[in-house]
């Protein structure tokens, strides 16, 4: 045997003692971790599935309490919904205090604002359901509070980054709007309207809201109909106040039409003298022409009115 082959021999024998020092010493406790990984991913597993069966039921619990509501089963709805927040799982408590505080919305606005904001300040609630309780309180102050309410709730929201800028930006515009405040509200209808990503109702309620504003401005703006009048003169405030009449030309009346055998003569503006004698045309037999009587003279006002008389003649 050679040398090489002996220090071989003896370097394999040393680690195996190694090992088998090793695992007396670790071994149970390798063993007993291996076991405990085991154990851990089982109970994981089956806490998992436990848990999403509760879930599921949680659900279940839910849309039964809102089938209620819908069929004015308001006190058993509201019996259900109180069990499901007392010991439900998941979200499902949040969603049924979600659901508690919009049936109590139509009857007493003030408990309802009360309870979306206890579940806005809740911690422990996941944020998105935060921030819809705070804009469901929002839209209830548009009409039973202030501006600075709707702001204090809602104003947080209104970021270009924010998954609820839409319904932020439009209940601080209807309170802004509400609370006569045009400039702060015509902007943000306005961004509403313009945003690609709006949804439709949103913007159509926007549209009508920019009209109505706009609409509104221009209102006072419409010119005056006449000057106003002095002060102390009566007469002048009356004309002032009444339209101007429209003038309509006096035409004076056609003097009536001759016979048909005598040719038709314009009437004669107002002769202040006697009507000279006319002549008619000769005949086969002379004619003796005697001059008409002086007419008498005409008023300005039936100068227009008569013509002149006709002179006779006899043959």
């Keep these: 045997m050679s040398n090489d082959t002996f220090l071989r021999e003896v370097n394999e024998e040393m680690r195996q003692e190694r090992v088998r020092a090793l695992w007396l010493r670790y071994g149970r406790m390798a063993v007993a971790a291996a076991v405990l990984l085991v154990v851990a991913v089982g109970a994981y597993v089956l806490y998992d599935r436990y848990r999403a069966g509760r879930e599921a039921a949680d659900g279940d619990r839910l849309i039964a309490a809102g089938s209620l509501a819908a069929d004015g089963k308001t006190d058993e709805a509201r019996s259900a919904l109180e069990t499901l927040v007392a010991n439900g799982t998941g979200v499902y408590p949040v969603l049924a205090r979600l659901r508690l505080a919009e049936m109590m919305q139509g009857e007493d606005p003030a408990g309802a604002v009360t309870r979306f904001d206890e579940v806005a300040n809740d911690t422990r609630a996941p944020q998105d359901l935060r921030d819809m309780a705070a804009i469901r309180a929002a839209y209830i102050l548009v009409d039973t509070g202030s501006l600075a309410d ?15 800028r839409y319904p932020a930006r439009e209940a601080v515009a209807l309170a802004a709007w509400k609370a006569g405040d045009a400039g702060t509200a015509r902007p943000l209808f306005a961004q509403l309207q313009d945003d690609l990503g709006t949804p439709q109702g949103i913007k ?55 016979a048909p055998t005598t040719p038709a003569t314009e009437a004669p503006t107002a002769p202040a003298t006697p009507a000279p004698s006319v002549e008619t045309p000769a005949a086969p037999a002379p004619a003796v022409v005697e001059p008409a009587a002086p007419a008498a003279p005409a008023s300005p006002a039936n100068s227009a009115e008569t013509p002149a008389a006709a002179p006779q003649t006899r043959p």
């Design 204 to 258: 159509r309620r926007a549209g009508l809201m920019l009209e109505l504003i706009d609409a509104t401005i221009a209102k006072p703006a419409e010119p005056a109909a006449a000057p106003a009048a002095s002060a102390g003169d009566p007469e002048a405030e009356t004309e002032a106040a009444a339209p101007p009449a429209a003038t309509t030309p006096v035409v004076a009346p056609s003097a009536p039409a001759p």
């Design 150 to 164: 709707v702001r204090a709730r809602a104003e947080r929201l209104t970021g270009d980054g924010e998954a609820l």
